[in-house]
């Protein structure tokens, strides 16, 4: 993933306190995954157009990392049969130097 792309992760709604959901899928062997979307029509066709998201450049892919633990990346993957296993990820503080992508709620997927 060069500097300047940009991936579509699949997120939960947030709930009151703010706190963002990121999906994390554990494999049959396992490992922990973090599913990214190359595009956002890409995620949409995949997991449909209530799904909420987040745009990730490389930098918000490291804070992702970093606060979930992933294993691998899975690109462009279908729908999970099972429901995936979810990862909380606290609100970055104010001031925290995270790109603009990762403070950025989906606009689709809202009720």
């Known amino acids: 993933m060069d500097e300047e792309d940009v991936v579509f992760v699949p997120t939960r ?16 062997d396992g490992q922990r995954a973090l599913p990214a979307y190359t595009s956002l029509d890409t995620l949409v066709r995949a997991l449909g157009q209530r799904q909420p998201w987040v745009a990730l450049d490389q ?12 294993e691998i990346v899975l690109i462009n993957p279908p729908k999970p049969e099972p429901s995936p ?27």
């Open 13 to 28: 709604a947030r709930d009151d306190s703010g706190n963002l959901l990121v999906e994390i899928r554990t494999l049959a």
């Open 59 to 70: 930098r918000g892919m490291t804070q992702v990392q970093v606060a979930t633990d992933y």
């Open 85 to 111: 296993i979810v990862e909380l990820i606290e609100e970055p503080e104010p001031g925290d130097q995270l790109p603009h992508s990762w403070l950025e709620p989906s606009k689709r997927g809202r009720r």
